[in-house]
């Protein structure tokens, strides 16, 4: 078992049969002596990523975890680097990682550069106009895709960078 850090996601995995698993699962999956089911999270309640000892680790149903992390939890907002688009953090995770070096923070996995690279830097004038006179005529998304012949995903994205 060979054990490496993602730098992407600030956790220590490890190969196992030619898999990289988390190292945090790993150590939770012996304790409890059974795999983990895969509605089943590794929460770390410190939010040190880094941090595996076991009184540190929680299992949790995916739906806990995402309500524990949207609710209540303070977020800083911060702009990314890359595509100068605003984004929010937990402000307990962003104080963490800049205390252990990171200076930069991306909004996604294409703006650090894995996935296909930084995100396209204009998009089509176009769609976008289509995309902006459905919405002045009250339509879904769905509803201007439909109307206009463009893909769907298109179409948010288009709204989402109109944000």
């Not at 730098?7 to 012996?30: A, C, F, L, S, T």
């Not at 770390?44 to 880094?50: A, D, S, V």
């Not at 296909?116 to 005529?137: A, C, F, M, T, W």
Request: aromatic fraction near 8%; charge should be positive.
């Amino acid at each position: 078992m060979t054990s490496y850090d993602s730098h992407n996601q600030g956790y220590y995995q490890d190969y196992v049969d030619g898999k990289v698993i988390p190292q945090h699962r790993i150590i939770m999956e012996k304790h409890l002596g059974r795999k983990l089911h895969t509605d089943e999270i590794v929460h770390h309640i410190n939010g040190n990523p880094k941090d595996n000892r076991l009184k540190n680790l929680k299992v949790m149903s995916r739906s806990d975890h995402a309500r524990y992390h949207n609710t209540g939890t303070e977020m800083t907002t911060l702009t990314c680097p890359n595509c100068h688009k605003t984004f929010q953090r937990p402000t307990v995770r962003v104080i963490w990682k800049r205390k252990h070096g990171q200076k930069n923070f991306y909004c996604s996995r294409p703006c650090i550069g894995e996935g296909g690279g930084p995100p396209k830097s204009k998009p089509n004038q176009k769609y976008s106009d289509l995309v902006r006179q459905g919405l002045s005529e009250g339509l879904s998304g769905y509803q201007i895709s439909k109307k206009y012949g463009i893909n769907k995903k298109t179409v948010y994205n288009h709204i989402n960078r109109m944000k």
